[in-house]
């Protein structure tokens, strides 16, 4: 086994785990599921068949990632955090059939305790506060806080904020690191 699973772990026959990975206490992994190389998955996690997970992702504790939800590589999922995969749930009306796609690009950070309503995509390297209730896609580098989320800023890779304002054109540069990051038509990238 290329992996580190605890005795307590459940793992459906036909998972795809990657190299390095570790599994804690009462993990269950459904049949389907594509988990990367070098992830952590904490206690008490949960992980849908129709789930696929990138290299070098983070899941804290008590996090389901139900069917339609991808997490790429370097995506950090807070303590409790929640995914949901259909928009309007009836416990009497099945709707599997409705399944919403849901994408959280490369490197984001999905706070303790926030909320991801199924259908949008979160953009690379955004940060998603605690406590946060996203409906919406979230751009590349953004910072979104508060129920309904909304948009109050910019995060650098390092996981600090960057000097620009929330529309328009500018430049910053991370004090951590020296990246320098641009700013044209309301779209943040690393130069």
Excluded at 67 to 96: I, Q, W
Excluded at 158 to 164: N, P
Aim: aromatic letters at 8%.
């Amino acid at each position: 086994m290329a992996y580190m699973a605890h005795e307590t772990a459940i793992i459906d026959a036909g998972a795809q785990i990657g190299d390095n990975t570790r599994i804690w206490h009462w993990v269950h992994i459904c049949a389907g599921a594509r988990i990367g190389r070098d992830c952590s998955l904490g206690q008490n996690v949960f992980i849908g068949s129709k789930v696929i997970i990138g290299n070098n992702v983070k899941i804290q504790n008590n996090v389901s990632v139900y069917d339609n939800v991808t997490l790429e590589d370097d995506v950090f999922c807070g303590p409790s955090m929640v995914f949901t995969n259909v928009y309007n749930p009836r416990s009497h009306v099945s709707r599997k059939h409705e399944y919403r796609d849901t994408v959280v690009r490369r490197g984001a950070t999905l706070g303790a305790n926030c909320t991801i309503v199924c259908g949008v995509t979160i953009g690379k390297y955004a940060f998603i506060a605690a406590g946060a209730v996203v409906n919406r896609d979230v751009p590349a580098y953004a910072l979104v806080v508060g129920v309904p989320a909304r948009h109050i800023g910019w995060m650098n890779e390092h996981g600090e904020r960057l000097d620009l304002p929330l529309d328009g054109d500018g430049q910053a540069t991370c004090a951590a690191t020296g990246a320098r990051y641009r700013m044209m038509d309301s779209i943040v990238e690393r130069l």
